[in-house]
């Protein structure tokens, strides 16, 4: 997908003035059309930037935006001396790529398992609830986790006890804290990050197959050298739009899912802005930290874009 | 539609004359064991969740030989307890108004955007086209945009929540994707007849991104609905299901979400797994409609073509 590649380049450089004002006359409608939408974007996208300036200055909530005090890096610098800066770090890069480990490959072996299950009702039953959980929020994820893990009626603490163990209270133990956040979210998005795979394996030309069957290839060398093969590019798109957001280690979840006992190993960089900036009121402090994340997000995402188009010919702008 | 399942089907289905050999026996058995075990994994949290909100008061053993006791002795306790409570209906229309409000703002903006951004012959559509996606790219967090939402006076008023995501770039880009796809033929005959750009929307382009319109409605739809984050920053009553649910499950005893007996006498992690599977339900009975929609969509924006 790519906005700047087609189609204006030729009209807009080699015009002549008047031909672009009639060209721009003659698009008055469309200009007009434009003209809420790009409201809406100065109001709701480009105030916000404007706002962020408060991560130089001394915010107070009397004075506005434009009344407090600069105070330059001040901000930064107490985020980045800070005992939790590599903590946030570690932890939000922790979550990201331990979800990338964790549910992309079940989802890839998912997407083959699908395509190559050889009982139709099994298969759609299959698709079907996979793809449920994606569209449930994370507060019902988090009601369905109290009902299997909680701390005394939780019905994996009754297996545990069944075997003998000792009950754990997996939301609030530093140790099982995490596991509970990345399998969670393969639980929840695994079906639905199939989806993408499935589609390029029904892209994939049969005839390779009976071509395979008649050389004698059995299912896992045709797994092995057809079907892998064929999605191994949309592998690698996945992977890299997954690093243009790897800041992003999923907010609602953590959110819904952390408590004071797991702080030291829940919470991301973007819980910590939230506390910090709504709950303490550090506006100038937090929105720092945010500005900072937005920063290298923005790198990311870029980098991402510009590795996407360079290998697989595709770019989201 | 029927070409389309065969292709899906395994390969060797069709060729039944190939002999298969031990490893593809194997082979079979594993992905079918897979399938099942996935299908295990799903049920059981959702099972657990089920059979627990049907728990009766005096219910003695563990949860675990809950998920196994027999739907005669189920209570529907909890529900009744959930139902008589004014909470849950409020909350439901709160979440309802935010839903269709919110889809309608967001069709409403995002549609004219993608339709400009897809005009290919209009000066000064790149810089349009930067404004969109400067934002989208550098993303300054939430204090700024809770600032803005406190200084223009939407504090505790429900367009709070779905205002400022109404549009979401990456959608805009889809639709965008989409209208470009349109023959450009059919819009330049339509204005060479007169139409101007409104009309060429209205009457050619509409029409024809009926799928897409409703992908992208779903899209915002199921987002919204799901919201609970910006509900709990921007409104303080008039409070959408995702708050209440929110509000239940972190109550440690029902007395701290409201007067004691105002549940009746459920379990309160019956109420707790009740209130969780109503919450559910809706996007339940969508999910149907919605998955045929959503399936599409995903493959729009993935797949280039």
Redesign the interface.
């Known amino acids: 997908m790519d906005i700047g590649k087609s189609g204006s380049k030729a009209p807009s450089t080699a015009l002549s003035k008047s031909r672009l004002r009639r060209e721009i006359a003659r698009h008055r409608s469309v200009y007009l059309l434009a003209l809420i939408p790009l409201i809406y974007y100065i109001i709701f996208k480009y105030v916000p930037i404007w706002n962020a300036q408060i991560a130089f200055k001394d915010f107070m909530a009397r004075r506005g935006v434009l009344g407090s005090e600069w105070i330059g890096l001040e901000n930064f610098r107490t985020f980045i001396n800070s005992f939790y800066f590599w903590s946030l770090i570690r932890n939000t890069v922790m979550y990201s790529v331990g979800k990338i480990l964790i549910s992309l490959p079940l989802s890839i072996i998912l997407a083959i398992c699908v395509y190559e299950c050889t009982r139709p009702a099994l298969r759609k039953v299959v698709q079907t609830l996979a793809y449920l959980p994606h569209f449930l929020s994370w507060v019902i994820m988090y009601g369905i986790l109290l009902a299997l893990l909680a701390p005394g009626d939780g019905v994996v603490n009754d297996l545990i006890k069944l075997f003998g163990g000792q009950p754990l209270d997996f939301l609030s133990n530093v140790k099982t804290f995490p596991w509970v956040v990345l399998f969670s979210d393969a639980w929840k998005e695994m079906g639905w990050s199939a989806i993408i795979f499935i589609a390029a394996l029904m892209g994939i030309d049969v005839s390779l197959f009976e071509a395979a069957m008649v050389e004698g290839a059995n299912s896992w060398q045709r797994v092995r050298y057809i079907t892998i093969p064929a999605i191994l590019p949309v592998i690698v798109t996945v992977l890299i739009l997954k690093l243009g957001t790897i800041l992003d280690a999923g907010f609602n979840q953590i959110f819904m899912l952390y408590s004071p006992q797991v702080y030291s190993v829940g919470d991301i960089i973007d819980t910590w802005v939230y506390r910090q900036g709504l709950l303490e009121f550090e506006f100038g402090l937090a929105t720092a930290v945010g500005l900072f994340k937005g920063v290298f997000g923005m790198v990311l995402v870029l980098l991402a874009n510009w590795l996407s188009r360079k290998l697989t010919e595709s770019s989201l702008f | 539609m029927a070409d389309k399942k065969q292709?899906?089907?395994?390969?060797?289905?069709?060729?039944s004359k190939?002999r298969l050999?031990a490893?593809?026996h194997t082979?079979?058995v594993i992905?079918?064991i897979?399938?099942?075990f996935?299908?295990i994994?799903?049920?059981?949290?959702?099972w657990?969740?089920i059979t627990?909100s049907f728990r009766p008061n005096d219910y003695l053993g563990?949860?675990?030989?809950g998920?196994f006791l027999p739907p005669w002795e189920w209570s529907t306790d909890a529900y009744t307890a959930l139902l008589g409570n004014d909470g849950f209906l409020d909350a439901f229309l709160n979440s309802f108004k935010i839903l269709v409000g919110g889809v309608f703002c967001a069709l409403v903006?995002?549609i004219?955007?993608a339709?400009?951004?897809s005009?290919?012959?209009?000066?000064?559509?790149?810089i349009?086209?930067m404004?969109?996606?400067i934002?989208?790219?550098?993303?300054?967090?939430?204090?700024?945009?809770?600032?803005?939402v406190r200084d223009?006076g939407l504090m505790n008023h429900l367009p709070a929540v779905f205002?400022?995501g109404?549009?979401s770039t990456?959608n805009c880009?889809i639709m965008?994707?989409f209208f470009?796809g349109i023959p450009n033929e059919l819009k330049e005959s339509a204005r060479i007849d007169g139409c101007?750009?409104?009309q060429v929307?209205f009457r050619i382009i509409l029409p024809l991104s009926k799928a897409i319109v409703m992908t992208i409605g779903l899209y915002y739809g199921?987002s919204f609905?799901?919201?609970?984050?910006h509900a709990m920053?921007y409104l303080n009553d008039n409070q959408p299901l995702?708050i209440l649910?929110?509000n239940i499950?972190l109550a440690s005893g029902m007395n701290e979400y409201v007067e004691v007996n105002a549940f009746g006498n459920a379990p309160v992690?019956a109420i707790?797994?009740a209130?969780?599977f109503m919450?559910?339900i809706p996007?339940?009975v969508a999910?149907p409609f919605?998955?045929k929609y959503?399936?599409k969509g995903?493959?729009l924006g993935?797949?280039?073509g």
Request: proline share 7%; charged share 10%; hydrophobic share 55%.
């Open positions: 292709r899906h089907l395994k390969p060797q289905m069709q060729n190939v050999t490893a593809d082979f079979n992905v079918n897979f399938m099942v996935i299908l994994v799903i049920l059981i949290p959702v657990s969740t627990l563990s949860n675990l030989e998920m903006l995002t004219p955007m339709y400009v951004l005009v290919q012959s209009l000066p000064g559509r790149k349009i086209n404004i969109v996606i934002p989208y790219v550098f993303n300054v967090g939430m204090i700024p945009t809770y600032l803005l223009v205002l400022p109404a549009i990456y880009i965008r994707q470009v101007t750009e409104l929307l199921v609905w799901n919201d609970f984050f920053l995702p649910l929110r499950l992690s707790k797994a209130s969780v919450s559910a996007m339940i999910y919605i998955q959503f399936t995903t493959l993935s797949v280039k």
